[in-house]
Structures are given as structure tokens and as C-alpha cells.
């Protein structure tokens, strides 16, 4: 959670209005990058969670919402394998893979880990239907062949 809605939330009742209100407005704007966020908060209780919408790198019209990177620091992590940690992740948003989302870069990491480094990894490049692949701009039909 932000520092912004953790004060917000912090507040007494004005703040916990404000901070609904912005939450509310957000899942309107970003309904699939909300649920994430929502689902792996309730889930996995992260200390530190970042859900980043990646889909402007790939070539999926403006606005969408099917390529994410999440970063997840909790506790749950504590003695589980890096595997296991993905797949509690992927577990948690099993719904969202199987039906709009179709790529997902984890990071998940313990408070331990996150402290001594807090580092974001950069996503790997797109290997299929990136918008700067010249095949796949041509077959959306957005530029011409000549």
C-alpha cells in the first residue's frame, strides 16, 4: 500500500472516506490491475506490494490491461521456495490469469530480502506481439506493408 493511502487511512473518518473514494475511483479507471491488487492483498498480506501495468510495452490496444509485473513482500514467504511463492501468487489470482490477464512477472520476496535489497528486476523483453515488432504492427493492420 502506498504511503499516500496509509496516511489517508490513518486518518479518522474524513480520511477513510478519501481513501474508499480513491480506491473506488481507481478500480473504476483500472478494474483488473484493482483486483489484483485487492486479491493479493487480502491473500497473501504483503508489507510492501507494487502491481504494475506493463501492457503499454506489448501490442495490445491503448488502455489495456493483460500484461502486469507484481512485486510482493510478505511474511507468508518466510521458508517457501521461490517456486512455491510464485504459485501461491498465481493461486491467488487464478481467475484473472484465466480469463484477461495473459502475462504475469512476479517478484516475491520476504522483509528480509526486500530490505536488504529493494530492487525491482526489469520485466523480460516481449517475445511475441510487441508493439516494436515490425510483423506484428503490419498483421494488426496499424502501418502499412510498403
Do not use: Y
Request: with cysteine.
Amino acid at each position: 500500500m502506498s504511503l499516500p493511502a496509509k496516511l489517508l487511512r490513518s486518518l479518522p473518518l474524513l480520511g477513510s472516506r478519501a481513501a474508499t473514494t480513491a480506491t473506488s475511483a481507481r478500480a473504476m479507471e483500472r478494474p483488473v490491475e484493482s483486483t489484483i491488487r485487492i486479491k493479493l492483498e487480502q491473500g497473501l498480506a504483503p508489507t510492501h506490494l507494487q502491481v504494475i501495468n506493463e501492457s503499454h510495452m506489448h501490442a495490445v490496444p491503448a488502455g489495456s490491461e493483460t500484461h502486469f509485473k507484481v512485486v510482493v513482500v510478505s511474511e507468508r514467504f518466510e521458508g517457501v521456495p521461490l517456486l512455491q511463492r510464485h504459485r501461491m501468487v498465481n493461486e491467488t489470482l487464478k481467475q484473472e490469469l484465466e480469463a484477461s490477464v495473459h502475462a504475469l512477472s512476479i517478484q516475491a520476496k520476504t522483509p528480509q530480502q526486500w530490505g536488504g535489497k529493494p530492487h525491482i528486476d526489469r520485466s523480460p523483453a516481449c517475445l511475441g506481439g510487441s508493439k516494436h515488432d515490425q510483423h506484428t504492427v503490419i498483421k494488426q493492420g496499424t502501418v502499412s506493408k510498403d
